[in-house]
């Protein structure tokens, strides 16, 4: 099967989708069903870039980024300008012997040679359009109603994201699939040996912090894990601070301000995008994960923080509950008192938490990368079945 498949979420900083698109296309490839042709914003090719790879490609000068670059720059013009020349370097890739174009990333291009399959993680912009950027909203707005008309199936990534697409867009049932996310085994329990050297070059000690991971941004509510934080005695927040792990997202002025004291005081530790390899020791080193988000289509780390042997604390809103199942503790996302009853227990009830770290490795094994490529070939072959 000859797949066009979209891998620019890859040339960002790696955030859900980017960690989506990339780890897909590797069980795709592994499986040996079908040959992607992975186009990367103006040029295609065959294989997933790696690190090193996407630093030189980011560095070198592409026709669409010069262009862009010399461009005249009207209001409101740049963002489909870009686009129309993605469009223009994307019908340049495929040839007739590709039989469907997968768009991982919600908006996909047009595609003449076959059907168009495309995921959609959430509907944020829908349901929380005050918590991302205006300009992420208004494309969204406009581009969004294309892909409701190209795909020809969509996959969401949870049933969650499959019912809310089906009530809240009207979309045929027949045409979504929910295929979950998997987790790599770069997330599995460590121990105090394997991992203090990277939280020490991070500030942190095994087992003394409570984590936080997510794009600062206020759909993660993150200062509801401030405030519940708060709520422990003092001298525990010294002893366990918080840490948290995420590059700087939208909106993020008050939580800033609700940081500074605590950072200053030492309670909190902002340690910003971290490295890719030193994310599995960060989650391993934890007591617990403090996940309240207010809305998500699948939540991943919630699912490494478990499959690294920690337990999560997680927001019982969206898909999270169906994600960490009876393995997660499940807490209104804003009852402050209810996390840090939470993290309390964790911290002084050793078989407490030792049955959670069970329950949550227990749960965090049923999904893999390689099961989400078995699932989603199932729906290629599907596609390609009702397109004859």
Request: hydrophobic residues 40%.
């Amino acid at each position: 099967m000859r797949v066009a498949y979209n891998a620019s979420p890859l040339l960002h900083p790696l955030t859900g989708v980017g960690h989506h698109t990339r780890e897909l296309a590797r069980a795709l490839i592994a499986s040996s069903e079908v040959q992607l042709f992975l186009f990367y914003a103006s040029v295609w090719t065959d294989r997933v870039l790696g690190v090193e790879d996407l630093v030189t490609f980011r560095a070198q000068p592409t026709p669409l980024r010069t262009f862009v670059r010399r461009a005249v720059r009207p209001l409101g013009t740049i963002p489909r300008l870009a686009r129309a020349i993605q469009q223009w370097h994307f019908s340049r890739g495929p040839s007739a012997q590709t039989v469907l174009y997968h768009e991982p990333n919600f908006l996909p291009y047009r595609f003449r040679f076959g059907p168009t399959v495309v995921t959609v993680h959430d509907l944020s912009w829908i349901h929380y359009p005050e918590t991302q950027s205006p300009e992420r909203v208004r494309e969204m707005r406009r581009l969004f109603p294309l892909s409701l008309k190209r795909a020809d199936h969509f996959i969401a990534v949870s049933e969650f994201g499959r019912r809310d697409m089906i009530d809240t867009l009207g979309v045929d049932p027949s045409r979504i699939t929910a295929v979950p996310n998997g987790v790599t085994s770069a997330f599995a329990p460590r121990d105090r040996g394997q991992s203090q050297a990277t939280l020490t070059a991070h500030g942190l000690d095994w087992g003394r912090y409570a984590l936080c991971v997510g794009t600062l941004e206020p759909r993660k509510n993150l200062e509801a894990a401030l405030r519940a934080h708060a709520q422990l005695p003092e001298r525990l927040q010294r002893e366990l601070p918080l840490a948290i792990v995420g590059m700087r997202g939208w909106r993020t002025s008050s939580l800033e301000a609700a940081l500074r004291p605590r950072v200053e005081a030492g309670t909190v530790k902002p340690l910003g995008y971290v490295l890719e390899s030193d994310l599995p020791h960060i989650y391993a080193g934890a007591l617990a994960l403090v996940y309240p988000s207010l809305y998500e289509g699948f939540g991943l780390p919630p699912l490494e923080a478990m499959a690294s042997g920690t337990p999560v604390i997680v927001s019982n809103r969206s898909s999270l509950p169906e994600v960490v199942g009876s393995a997660g503790i499940l807490v209104e996302p804003d009852d402050h008192a209810t996390i840090a009853e939470a993290l309390q227990r964790l911290l002084d009830d050793h078989a407490y938490r030792a049955r959670m770290v069970q329950a949550g490795l227990l749960r965090a094994a049923e999904y893999s990368w390689e099961r989400s490529a078995r699932e989603t070939l199932t729906v290629y072959r599907h596609v390609l079945e009702a397109c004859r």
